[in-house]
């Protein structure tokens, strides 16, 4: 239990609409990181968010779009889903302060678009 | 993009056995992670070994790191049917030490143990 909670857990959507997913982070924790499984394959870097301003982005098109607030917590937003955007999305919340840069990650939110 | 590679990609032991799996990565890093997930679910952290540190334990899991040759290795001593699970490399390679979240994780090595 990492104290970190997604929602919502299973999701389906049809090619061409939006998506939002939710992220609550570990208590005391400032940042949070967003990645995308495929399935079969390691989690990739999407976009982490640190005092509610994005910290840094991987190879993902500016349709992925992101929100923290001031209580921590972030939002993952995807427009014009694609038939790949089907995947696990996990967040994952750290401290800027006093640790060595490990992640705790939620269960996810699965998507697919059909 | 992925940064390195893992192997084997499946791995399938007895109960009692120990399993070894390796992580090669591309660039310099500042840490590597080690990440278990069971079933599609979240990551869970394992053990975190720095640059300057060539191997670490912690209870049944051994990591070794050789920067020169940019690899890993993980070891679980003694597995048991509660280890199968993936198991997924992770390099840090931020401009600061360490970069509070901007991993490259591999593409994971499956493990089953069985009973």
Not at chain 1, 70 to 95: F, G, Q
Not at chain 2, 27 to 35: E, F, G
Not at chain 2, 74 to 100: E, M, N, Q, V, W
Request: charged share 15%.
């Amino acid at each position: 239990e990492t104290g970190v909670t997604q929602s919502p857990t299973h999701l389906i959507k049809t090619r061409g609409q939006q998506v939002t997913l939710r992220c609550s982070s570990q208590s005391g924790h400032n940042t949070v990181s967003w990645y995308q499984q495929a399935l079969g394959q390691g989690p990739q870097f999407i976009f982490q968010y640190y005092r509610e301003e994005e910290n840094g982005r991987g190879n993902f098109p500016p349709r992925f779009s992101g929100l923290q607030f001031p209580n921590y917590s972030s939002e993952l937003n995807v427009n014009a889903l694609e038939l790949d955007d089907s995947a696990l999305y996990l967040c994952a919340s750290s401290s800027s302060g006093g640790h060595t840069g490990e992640l705790f990650f939620g269960e996810g939110s699965r998507l697919t678009v059909l | 993009s992925q940064q390195g590679e893992e192997d084997p990609q499946a791995l399938s032991i007895q109960e009692g056995e120990n399993a070894t799996m390796n992580c090669s990565y591309k660039t310099s890093i500042n840490n590597l992670q080690w990440y278990r997930q069971n079933s599609g679910r979240g990551l869970v952290h394992l053990i975190l070994i720095r640059s300057n540190e060539r191997e670490k334990h912690s209870g049944r899991l051994r990591v070794t790191l050789d920067t020169s040759k940019k690899s890993s290795s993980l070891l679980i001593t003694a597995s048991r049917a509660a280890d199968t699970a993936s198991y997924f490399c992770a390099t840090d390679a931020g401009a600061r030490s360490p970069s509070y979240g901007k991993l490259t994780f591999g593409q994971g090595t499956i493990l089953t143990v069985h009973p």
